[in-house]
Each structure stands twice: as C-alpha cells, then as structure tokens.
Nanobody, 123 residues
Framework: QVQLVESGGGLVQAGGSLRLSCAAS????????MGWFRRAPGKEREFVAS????????YYADSVKGRFTISRDNTKNTVYLQMNSLKPEDTAVFYC????????????????WGQGTQVTVSS
C-alpha cells in the first residue's frame, strides 16, 4: 500500500532551521506532484508548498515564501522541505501529500497523506 513517512521535525529556536523529509513507497513517485501542508494548534490544515513531478515547478504560500524551499529526489522517492528563519508561528504538525495534478493548494486535491511530523519553534 502507499506510504508517506515524514521525518525531521523537532524543537528549534526562532531563527533556526529544520529540514523535513518525506519518503514515499507503494506508488510511482515520479508521476505525482508533492505538497507540504501544516496544521497549527486550533487551526485548519493549510497549504505550505508544492513541487511538480520533475521538480521544475515549485509554488509557495505567501507566509513561507523566501524562507522555505521544497525539493525532491525522484531516485530516492523523497520530497524535502528546507525551513529557514523559523518563527514561533510556524509551529505546527507538517504533512506531506501526493497529487496527480500540479500546483494544488487545497487538501481535497491530494490523494495520499503522511501521518505528520511535529515542528515546534520557541521564541
């Protein structure tokens, strides 16, 4: 079956960096665009970033543009989210997801989801 497994979350001070990874199995990774979402306490899940099948096209939420970078390695079936200049408001559970379409920002557009990894940014 399809599995998306996130890793790399943790506790970091404001201004610090983290790199999240999402390892995919059970699907043909290269035919799916990938996205990262997050859910902060008391809030709905929101779009963070997406990347096309080849990695040539990326798209970001305004709140993370210039600080976060999404990338992928199709030889390793893995998508990454490099997060720099982290802020306390970035505290959330981060999820990766797979979609057959490109530049999808709504959760309903994604077919497969990981279980999430917690990111906590202290002030």
């Amino acid at each position: 079956q399809v599995q998306l497994v996130e890793s790399g979350g943790g506790l970091v001070q404001a201004g610090g960096s983290l790199r999240l990874s999402c390892a995919a199995s059970g699907l043909t990774f290269s035919v799916y665009s990938m996205g990262w979402f997050r859910r902060a306490p008391g809030k709905e899940r929101e779009f963070v970033a997406s990347i096309s099948r080849s990695g040539s096209d990326t798209y970001y939420a305004d709140s993370v543009k210039g600080r976060f970078t999404i990338s992928r390695d199709n030889t390793k079936n893995t998508v990454y989210l490099q997060m720099n200049s982290l802020k306390p408001e970035d505290t959330a559970v981060f999820y990766c997801a797979a979609t057959p379409s490109n530049r999808v920002t709504k959760t309903v557009g994604y077919t497969y989801w990981g279980q999430g990894t917690q990111v906590t940014v202290s002030s």
